[in-house]
């Protein structure tokens, strides 16, 4: 039986090794083999260690020790935490859905506004949060994004709510991100209602809605199921206040609480770059009180609050449990989905993000996941890959775009993220791209026209993007011309060598009879001598008795010439494959 052996998610080569009690110098080799650079002092993460171990056949089972941060383990985890006493606060609602199935404009309605008229080809690009009043109580919305790129930003939204208003067009029923979103909703382990949208068309079929619903095992109310589902109409308003009262009824039966009155925390949920303002974070209180003037540290940032505002762009002073702000003060962007919480003074802040950077100290692909560590290993030197720069207006949509494009790697190309960031393009960019003749693109930034013209000088391609599915479809198209064309093979018939007229160092004239097929020149031969194959050559052209011929077929009796590459000595019974090879573009 295999012993078994706990280690922590990011563990270094040197504490591994005395672990699993073998040399050091052993791992380090095995690492670098599997291309892997690391020296004994770096670490690397769980996913890695268990490929070394499997590579070096240790009788040992690597277990990651028991974590209470994980994905899995913090949705419910958080949930409770923020719900354990305290006072009531706003219900947090993540809305999700299918491309065009209305979500966004459910929000507007719900809003007073037309945010999607702002968001390139009607797509929600960011996560976006609201404070919406509905009578004399607020509720927080989530608004996720709808295609596919925005994966991440769509489970991290389900993560972090009570209830999950599941959008579905009655018209058009579920589809693949509607089964998507239930299915992150389910792991979040959250109340979930369903929307059903543009009630308003003549062609809405809620019952057929319904039946999809509970093949996918959400069964409504009516049905004997606990699922409720709410016919509303964005573009009439039809069935919207009904919805909210029902979001409210929800998580009345929940009793969703929060301490008020206690350090603040919670997740940054958006952040980007303002002129004149720097970085800018958009963050969702958790618990506490949240207040202007406070030191607060998120990741590997941190900062002083310096400005405190809804989601409206109205300044506030305080920002309560289940309330998203806007905060300014930040030193550098925040990451998407980074915890914070607030510190006594700027250097208990300085030095906590100080030891968050000395935990996460690695070298070579110590970061990298174990799918990624493993792509690596498989690649081989026939990997093509393609450099990109990649910059975006803020953090969540450049973790999407970033992700979307490593999704789109395989055995045969990959692209390779050689920088990126948050902001406009500037001149560091282009010189980064130069130096490693790499394509820059651009989602939602500007292209200054200093910058613009530097990178023409250096012949730097500047591609800008606001739809996230654009930017991919032209990197898919740039992998694609990487790819080594499909060789297509067609045969064209056999032939059976009867005689040898005239062999040379590079041509052979014999003559035989056609068993298969009907052969016209130009056509490649595979020449055979029972199952052992002899070589290729190249039929050049065919005789019937003293005149050339176009063609001939099974059965008749010709001569042909083979251009040869090499001599062969051809032999009565040899046998002679006829076939064309062409070269076919390929794409991903």
């Not at 005395?18 to 095995?30: K, M």
């Not at 209830?163 to 029923?173: P, Q, R």
């Not at 030193?331 to 989905?337: A, D, R, V």
Request: aromatic share 4%; charged share 25%.
């Amino acid at each position: 039986m295999a012993q078994q052996i706990e280690i922590e998610p990011m563990i270094t080569v040197g504490a591994l090794a005395d672990l699993l009690l073998v040399p050091v110098t052993s791992l380090i080799a095995e690492l670098m083999k599997n291309g892997v650079l690391a020296t004994v002092n770096e670490k690397i993460d769980f996913e890695t260690a268990q490929i070394i171990v499997g590579e070096l056949g240790l009788e040992v089972e690597l277990r990651p020790k028991s974590q209470t941060t994980g994905v899995d383990a913090a949705p419910r985890n958080r949930r409770e935490e923020r719900s354990q006493g305290g006072q009531k606060r706003p219900p947090i609602v993540a809305v999700m859905g299918h491309v065009d199935h209305g979500k966004t404009s459910l929000l507007d309605k719900i809003r007073g506004s037309a945010v999607v008229k702002g968001e390139a080809g009607g797509i929600t690009q960011h996560l976006s949060a609201y404070d919406v009043r509905h009578g004399d109580r607020s509720i927080t919305f989530l608004d996720t994004p709808g295609h596919e790129a925005f994966a991440a930003l769509r489970e991290h939204g389900a993560l972090l709510t009570d209830v999950v208003v599941i959008v579905v067009a009655a018209d058009d029923g579920v589809k693949p991100q509607t089964i998507e979103a239930i299915r992150f909703a389910k792991k979040a382990g959250v109340k979930i209602l369903v929307a059903m949208n543009k009630m308003d068309k003549p062609e809405a079929n809620p019952d057929r809605l319904k039946q999809q619903l509970a093949e996918q095992e959400l069964l409504v109310e009516e049905w004997g199921g606990e699922i409720i589902a709410m016919p509303v109409s964005a573009k009439t308003g039809e069935g919207v206040d009904a919805l909210l009262d029902m979001v409210l009824l929800v998580s009345d039966v929940e009793e969703l609480t929060a301490v008020y009155d206690t350090e603040p925390k919670g997740l940054v949920i958006e952040s980007h770059m303002e002129t004149g303002r720097g970085p800018v974070a958009v963050v969702l209180v958790e618990q506490g009180t949240l207040k202007t003037g406070q030191f607060i540290v998120a990741g590997g940032s941190y900062g002083k609050v310096r400005n405190l505002e809804t989601t409206h762009g109205k300044p506030i002073r305080q920002a309560t449990p289940s309330m998203p702000a806007i905060i300014t003060g930040f030193k550098n962007l925040p990451e998407f989905g980074d915890e914070f919480y607030t510190v006594a003074n700027e250097k208990a802040a300085r030095l906590a993000t100080e030891a968050k950077a000395s935990k996460g100290v690695g070298g070579g692909y110590s970061n990298l996941s174990g799918g990624e560590l493993l792509r690596i290993i498989s690649r081989t030197t026939t990997l093509s890959e393609r450099t990109v720069v990649v910059k975006a207006d803020v953090q969540g949509s450049l973790t999407s775009v970033v992700d979307s494009l490593k999704g789109l790697d395989n055995e045969e190309v990959a692209v390779r993220v050689v920088g990126s960031g948050v902001g406009n393009i500037s001149e560091k960019d282009v010189h980064m791209a130069a130096s490693s003749d790499a394509i820059i693109y651009g989602f939602h930034v500007d292209l200054p026209s200093g910058v613009k013209q530097l990178a023409a000088r250096k012949e730097v391609p500047v591609r800008l993007f606001t739809i996230i599915y654009e930017l991919i479809d032209d990197v898919r198209r740039e992998l694609s011309a990487l790819l080594k064309p499909e060789v297509i093979e067609t045969e064209a018939g056999k032939l059976t060598v009867k005689a040898i007229f005239n062999s040379t160092k590079t041509e052979v004239i014999c003559g035989g009879e056609v068993t298969k097929g009907k052969l016209t020149a130009p056509l490649l031969v595979r020449i055979k001598r029972g199952k052992e194959l002899l070589g290729e050559a190249e039929a050049t052209g065919f005789k019937k008795g003293p005149q050339d011929a176009k063609e001939v077929v099974e059965g008749e009796l010709c001569g042909v010439s083979l251009k040869m590459s090499t001599k062969l000595e051809l032999a009565e019974g040899d046998k002679l494959e006829f076939f064309s090879r062409e070269l076919k573009e390929r794409t991903l």
